[in-house]
């Protein structure tokens, strides 16, 4: 399956979350790639949405190849298979953990002046994002939710690597999908738009 966009591939995720309208969710958007994401579920659902903010530890050689991922203020997680098969030790990636960290401060002075997220305490919570690769920021996310004391979690993306949702699923309480592939090579194959989502468009769709 090809997706338009993000707004598209939000409007069908949608469609898959709406046993959860009344379950007074908090919903939470993975910047930048998942807040077209969450908008469009936020509308169709009519529960109000907010910034979890997670960024991804690159490998050395492939700032894209996530071996690791930083949740708000929280230690990072890492994807051991990966780093292990990569030959990588978490103390060498410091300076790559120390400028991520820094990306977060800036996200929340710029989107949430500051604020800290919504609570989550004893709530129903949906992350969301534009797609599941290796899965390092879902679980960073989740872990951070699941600290704070989520009632329940639910991780939700248009498409998944289907290796990383079963992995998923053994560390939150549902991974919703439009699609799962055995053989998901890019999240950005499977959308015919898959265009930066800029800081000027989270600001602007933070603000409708």
Avoid at 51 to 72: N, S, T, W
Avoid at 112 to 123: A, D, T, Y
Avoid at 132 to 149: D, E, F, H, Q, S
């Amino acid at each position: 399956m090809i997706f338009k966009d993000r707004c598209e591939a939000g409007q069908q995720l949608a469609a898959k979350l709406v046993e959860y309208k009344n379950k007074n969710p908090v919903l939470f958007a993975l910047p930048r790639g998942g807040v077209p994401i969450a908008y469009e579920i936020s509308r169709a659902l009519g529960v109000p949405w907010d910034l979890l903010l997670v960024r991804k530890i690159g490998a050395p050689f492939d700032a894209e190849l996530a071996v690791g991922a930083v949740c708000e203020s929280e230690k990072p997680v890492w994807n051991q298979f990966l780093l292990a098969r990569l030959g990588i030790l978490p103390e060498n990636l410091k300076q790559i953990i120390l400028t991520e960290q820094e990306k977060i401060k800036t996200y929340r002075q710029v989107f949430r002046q500051g604020h800290e997220p919504k609570s989550v305490l004893n709530k129903t919570v949906i992350i969301v994002d534009d797609g599941l690769a290796t899965g390092a920021t879902a679980i960073a996310a989740v872990n951070y939710a699941r600290k704070k004391g989520a009632k329940s979690i639910v991780f939700a993306v248009p498409v998944a690597a289907a290796s990383s949702a079963r992995f998923l699923r053994t560390r939150c309480d549902a991974v919703i999908t439009v699609e799962e592939s055995e053989e998901l090579r890019s999240v950005g194959n499977r959308y015919e738009n898959f265009s930066e989502v800029s800081q000027e468009d989270v600001i602007s769709l933070l603000n409708i």
